[in-house]
């Protein structure tokens, strides 16, 4: 039996991961599975049925972020939609020029495929971040050449946290594009910030943009990208004329229903779900600073995403610290899910200036809606506890090192 009987149920603080699906947003997608199960693609009655939720969806998406319905398109995640948004922005507009830009800390989602470019022959820069994460809009202007087709940058961090500055990072580009220009395009990577952030890509200055459905208490399977009109993409995904030609195959009614459910929900509760959680997470800060001396706090102090609390401990694994924190009912992660299986230390701690050995001892706290003050005290009672026996364990290893 695990030791979370004691307290009776799972602490769940991996919301960045992934969030569970709100129950009204799941009774919205109900009856979309069945009976009203028709192919969006269809000529008749049920398809044409199905093909107008998707387009009503369309345009509740799209006034959410202050866009056009026709500049939304649905993926099958986030991931896709960063895919489609760096390979297919330089594939399409390789005549224009062969430069791409990505921060040094986008999700492996943007980073794999600036890598994918490099063997197709783009040059990549990739921008320095400051010790807190903060991309710098004046050193992303000196790194702009004339051949820059594109250029990302992550609205939030999903691992520290770090709200980039997005708007004047927008405004540099704008002041290098040429008198009516389209380059650089400008990317932003949104799914953290959806639930806690201003999404209206008019005053952000994007013209790419993603966004997730499981990370907003929406279904996984369902993403979307901003694409404002005359943005050339390339599809990556072919065999069918599906959103616009740009994503193939047949879309999932009930997932984007789901997802525009989820999408309005987390802006109209962001505010006041901002002011409650930041509030749970600076009490959380403070008791572990106040129990744990030597911890360090990952991530800006003030531009940071109001649920997130990433740490880092000195000489300590933090896979050990998560297998015993789950051994007590409490989930936790040490960085991006996607990476979750590497041994490599994450390249966003690196980044920001942290040696190998420490990085491997850092852990990410991530709030969410189902988050009590009680679940917190739970983890403050717990989680020093494990540190103080993780630092003995490693002491003891380094003394019997030294003697040897």
Do not use: W
């Amino acid at each position: 039996m695990s030791n979370s009987a004691a307290y009776g149920k799972t602490i769940y603080l991996d919301y960045a991961a992934t969030s569970p699906t709100d129950p009204e947003v799941l009774e919205k997608m109900r009856p979309y599975f069945s009976p009203q199960y028709g192919n969006p693609s269809s000529l008749y009655q049920s398809g044409r049925r199905a093909n107008r939720i998707i387009e009503l969806c369309r345009e509740d998406a799209a006034k959410i972020i202050n866009a056009s319905p026709g500049e939304i398109i649905f993926t099958g995640s986030g991931t896709e939609s960063d895919n489609l948004a760096i390979l297919g922005a330089a594939r399409a507009n390789r005549s224009a020029g062969n430069h791409v830009i990505v921060s040094a800390i986008e999700h492996k989602a943007v980073l794999e495929s600036a890598k994918e470019l490099e063997q197709e022959g783009f040059k990549v820069a990739y921008l320095p971040v400051d010790k807190s994460g903060r991309a710098d809009p004046k050193e992303l202007a000196r790194a702009i050449r004339p051949e820059t087709i594109l250029v990302s940058v992550m609205y939030a961090n999903n691992e520290i946290g770090t709200v980039e500055p997005i708007k004047e990072i927008a405004e540099a580009i704008n002041k290098k594009r040429k008198s009516g220009g389209a380059f650089p395009i400008f990317h932003t990577d949104a799914c953290q910030a959806a639930g806690y952030l201003p999404l209206d890509v008019k005053k952000l200055g994007a013209d790419l943009m993603t966004l997730n459905g499981s990370k907003i208490y929406g279904p996984k399977g369902i993403g979307a990208l901003y694409v404002k009109k005359r943005t050339k993409l390339a599809p990556i995904i072919l065999g069918g004329e599906q959103e616009s030609g740009l994503r193939a195959g047949t879309e999932s009614v009930p997932l984007i229903v789901g997802f525009a459910e989820a999408l309005r929900k987390a802006q109209e509760s962001r505010e006041e779900e901002s002011k409650r959680i930041s509030t749970l997470r600076d009490y959380f800060e403070k008791r572990l600073k106040e129990e744990i001396p030597n911890i360090l706090i990952n991530g800006d102090p003030k531009s940071r995403l109001p649920n997130n609390l990433h740490v880092s401990i000195p000489n300590i694994e933090g896979e050990s610290m998560l297998l015993l924190l789950d051994n007590y009912g409490i989930e936790a992660s040490t960085g991006s899910a996607c990476s979750a299986k590497s041994l490599s230390p994450s390249h966003v701690l690196l980044a920001i200036g942290q040696s190998p050995e420490l990085a491997h001892g850092s852990i990410r706290f991530t709030l969410g809606k189902y988050t009590s003050k009680d679940d917190l005290d739970y983890v403050i009672l717990i989680f020093p506890e494990i540190v103080r026996r993780l630092e003995s364990t490693s002491a003891l290893t380094l003394k019997s090192q030294k003697q040897k």
